[in-house]
């Protein structure tokens, strides 16, 4: 829901009394956000003019979901947003999964904190992931002292009246992160990057718990949104304009065990591909182990769902796939990857991959080039293994020393670029659907959009076709995009 379209205050119970604080959710936010909206109304008169926002989003695919629930209730509270990081209230959303994503956090902490010197009512605040972790939250008390708000991943609900505690007290600095939830707070504002589409929470948390991975620590148990909220949302996406969702989990597959009826990831599909407006479904990610046949037939029915699907490998030696816990070997992988091929011949496959896991051999990296070349995937995202504390893996002799993990790296990438340059160019020369989706940042008269495979294509085009889905004639191929002409203006070429 656009926070737009959100009455806040038809959302305040006229009935509830300003000094009684509503108990249950989201009547309590909601009650939190009017009390914010008025004391940023009176800092914002003190100032003589609106106060302003930003969001700094690191991570994945559900930070920058959270991001826009978190700009929703800013805007609800009655900041303006800014892309300037010097702003009234500057919140980094961040990402803990490798040490450089924390790395690059404290980095540019010390920028905002140089900038609060000289913007002294500015209000500066931590979430995410990082700060799921105790020694974390530790350094910032620290040696961050500056900082005013931090919160987890399970209460980003709660930022208005976190928010008001702050502006109320106007010093110090309030903490609350809590170790895990089971409550799935529906129905908060959200202020969506594009209009036309958008992420959808289908489920919180991980319960897989692979060796290597922090994920399960720092966003808690796998939780499922009943079909009802998620249906729900995608038709007020819909009525509100957009056309593509992604469906967003950590193992999309494994949707709906633990609810009160079950119901199957690709039951879920089935009902959203119903709704009306909406022209395609994606979703992410997809754990190998827990991919159905049931997924792979109504992957091949739809007319809506992508014919995409990112399937992470992590390694193709099964011998370090046991040691991270993935539970699956190198063989059932590559029997997936056939059974998908056979199904959806035209379906683009995507994975990430990590080299270097402790005891990784030269074999073993081998097992892994020999997957890739096998699978031929459209891209891969490779990453050198980095070190979780307090994950299993952590704790493994035999890290493999830098300069060989470097190695193989440059080897596995080089493989991945050439075989995808090869597979990215299969559909040159023909007419696809390409939904238009901003003007390319270098050249203002070309518009980039997306295949429904994800492929990235620039063509010349008018920025009101943004949002749309246009047939395109791609021209050529270039490494892993394509330039291509709107169909209807290319004329001859289509016959
Ligand atoms: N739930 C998703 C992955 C989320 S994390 C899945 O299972 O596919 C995104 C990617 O980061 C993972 O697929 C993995 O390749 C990588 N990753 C996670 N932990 C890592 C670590 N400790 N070192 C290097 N890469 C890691
Ligand atoms: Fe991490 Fe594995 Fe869960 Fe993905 S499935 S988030 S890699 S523990
Ligand atoms: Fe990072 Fe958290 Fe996503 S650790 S990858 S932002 S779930």
Redesign the pocket.
């Known amino acids: 829901m656009n926070y737009k379209e959100w009455n806040l205050e038809a959302a305040v119970q006229p009935s509830v009394q300003p000094e009684t604080i509503p108990e249950t959710e989201p009547e309590r936010q909601c009650y939190f956000m009017a009390k914010a909206k008025k004391l940023v109304a009176m800092q914002s008169a003190r100032a003589g003019r609106p106060l302003t926002c930003c969001i700094r989003t690191f991570g994945c695919q559900m930070n920058a979901r959270d991001s826009e629930k978190l700009l929703g209730i800013l805007e609800a509270a009655g900041y303006v947003p800014t892309e300037d990081e010097d702003a009234d209230f500057t919140l980094y959303n961040t990402c803990t999964v490798r040490e450089n994503a924390n790395l690059k956090v404290y980095g540019r902490l010390g920028h905002l904190g140089s900038l609060k010197k000289k913007h002294p009512g500015m209000v500066i605040a931590l979430c995410g992931c990082m700060m799921q972790e105790p020694q974390v939250v530790e350094k910032i008390r620290k040696s961050y002292r500056f900082v005013d708000l931090i919160f987890g991943t399970h209460n980003i609900y709660k930022l208005a009246e976190l928010l008001t505690e702050r502006l109320e007290r106007e010093s110090g600095m309030v903490v609350d992160v809590w170790e895990g939830t089971d409550q799935i707070v529906e129905e908060l504002p959200t202020d969506r990057k594009f209009s036309f589409k958008s992420g959808v929470n289908i489920m919180f948390g ?1 319960d ?3 060796s290597y ?1 922090i ?2 620590y720092v966003r808690g148990r796998e939780r499922s949104r009943s079909p009802e909220d998620i249906v729900a949302e995608v038709r007020r996406l819909a009525a509100d304009g957009v056309v593509e969702v992604m469906l967003l989990g ?2 999309v597959n494994s949707y709906g065990k633990n609810l009160k009826e079950t119901i199957t990831f690709a039951q879920l599909l089935q009902q959203v591909e119903q709704v009306e407006g909406i022209e395609r479904i994606r979703f992410m ?1 997809s ?1 190998p182990k827990d991919l159905s046949d049931e997924l792979i037939q109504v992957m091949k029915d739809s007319k809506k769902i992508c014919h995409h699907l990112h399937l992470p490998l992590q390694s193709g030696s099964s011998r370090i796939l046991k040691l991270m816990n993935r539970r699956y070997t190198k063989e059932q992988y590559l029997k997936l990857v056939d059974k998908l091929k056979t199904a959806i011949p035209d379906i683009a496959l995507t994975t990430d991959i990590i080299v270097g896991f402790p005891g990784e051999t030269e074999e073993d990296f081998l097992e892994t080039m020999d997957v890739v070349e096998k699978v031929r995937y459209d891209s891969a995202f490779t990453f050198i293994y980095s070190k979780r504390t307090g994950t299993p893996a952590a704790k493994m002799e035999n890290q493999v020393p830098e300069d060989i993990v470097k190695d193989r790296f440059d080897r596995l990438l080089a493989q991945v670029q050439r075989i995808s340059s090869e597979v990215s160019g299969r559909d040159v020369h023909t007419v696809q659907k390409v939904l238009a989706e901003e003007v390319n940042s270098h050249d203002s008269r070309l518009l980039t959009g997306r295949l429904d495979n994800n492929t990235v294509v620039h063509f010349p085009g008018d920025p009101s076709l943004i949002g749309k889905i246009v047939d395109v004639y791609l021209d050529e191929i270039k490494g892993f995009y394509y330039m291509g002409t709107l169909a209807d203006v290319q004329g001859g070429k289509i016959q």
């Open positions: 991980c897989n718990f692979c991975c994920v399960p950590q193992n990610t754990h």
